[in-house]
C-alpha cells in the first residue's frame, strides 16, 4: 500500500453537487479531463470512493506563459450510511463530467400505514 | 522584443523563500471554484493554461460538462476569447439539495498572445470536459534557429 502511495500523484477533490431526486441520491462531479479508463469508482466499507486520474501536464510541452490547472488526480471518499442500497449504484461520465446515483432502500423509504378503524 | 539586462539567476537568495511561500499558500488554497476576474465583471473564469511552442501557442481551458454549441471561441487582433454558458441542469424534480460546489454560469476569458498569432489556422477541440485551442504562429513571428559557423 506504502509503495503505491509513493507513485500517486497529488490528488484533491472533484466539486461535487449532491442532491435528492426522486429518491434517489444523485452526485454530480466536475471532473475534466478524465476518461472513462482512468476513473474509478467503488465502495469499501461504507465509503464511496471516486478516483479519476488526468494526463499529466507535460511540462516539456512548451513555456507555460499562464498555468493554473491544477496537476492533480481527483480523489474524494464518502461515507455511506445505512439507508443506501450497496447493489443499485450507477456511475455514468460523459464530457468531463460524472454523475453517481445511488438509490435509497425500498426499506428506508417513507411508506403510509393504513389506519384501520376498528369499530 | 527589447533588449534585456542579464539577470544573475546563478544564486538568488530569495529563491528558495519565494517557492516556500508558493508552497504554503497552495496548502490553503481551498478555492476550487473558479473566482471572477474584475469587480464589476459578472462572469466566471474557468482555470486555463497557455503553453507557447516554437511554432505555436496552445490553450486549455477547464469546462466540464459543456457541448460544443454552449462554447463560443472567437480571435481577432491577436486577442482569443472564449466565451459561453454552463448551464445548470434543471432535471431535478423534488428532494433537497445536500451539497454545491460546481459552478455554472456565464464565462469569459481572454487571453492577449505577445507573438502574431494566424487567425486563418486557430482550432479548438473538446474532449472529455477540456478545450483545447491551438493557434499557430504568424511565419514571422516563428522561432528561427541560427547555426553558428565555426571557422
Known sequence: MDKDKKIMRKTMPAPCDIYEDEGKIILRLDMPGVTREHLSVNIENDELRISGKREPTDVNAGRFLIREIPDRDFYQAYTLDTTIDRDKIEAELAKGRLIVTLSIKESEKPRKIEVHPKD | ?151
Do not use: C
Open chain 2, 1 to 151: 522584443m527589447a533588449i534585456m539586462r542579464r539577470t544573475n539567476e546563478v544564486y538568488d537568495p530569495f529563491r528558495e523563500l519565494r517557492t516556500l511561500q508558493n508552497e504554503i499558500n497552495s496548502l490553503f488554497d481551498f478555492d476550487r471554484f473558479p473566482g471572477t476576474t474584475g469587480l464589476f465583471d459578472r462572469s466566471v473564469s474557468p482555470a486555463l493554461d497557455v503553453i507557447e511552442n516554437d511554432d505555436s501557442f496552445t490553450v486549455r481551458v477547464e469546462l466540464p460538462g459543456l457541448s460544443e454549441k454552449d462554447i463560443d471561441v472567437s480571435f481577432a487582433s491577436n486577442v482569443l476569447t472564449i466565451r459561453g454558458e454552463k448551464k445548470e441542469e434543471k432535471e431535478r424534480k423534488s428532494g433537497k439539495v445536500y451539497r454545491r460546489e460546481t459552478w455554472n454560469g456565464n464565462f469569459q476569458r481572454t487571453v492577449t498572445f505577445p507573438l502574431a498569432v494566424d487567425g486563418e489556422g486557430v482550432k479548438a477541440e473538446l474532449k472529455n470536459g477540456i478545450l483545447t485551442v491551438t493557434l499557430p504562429k504568424h511565419e514571422e513571428a516563428k522561432a528561427k534557429h541560427i547555426s553558428v559557423n565555426v571557422k
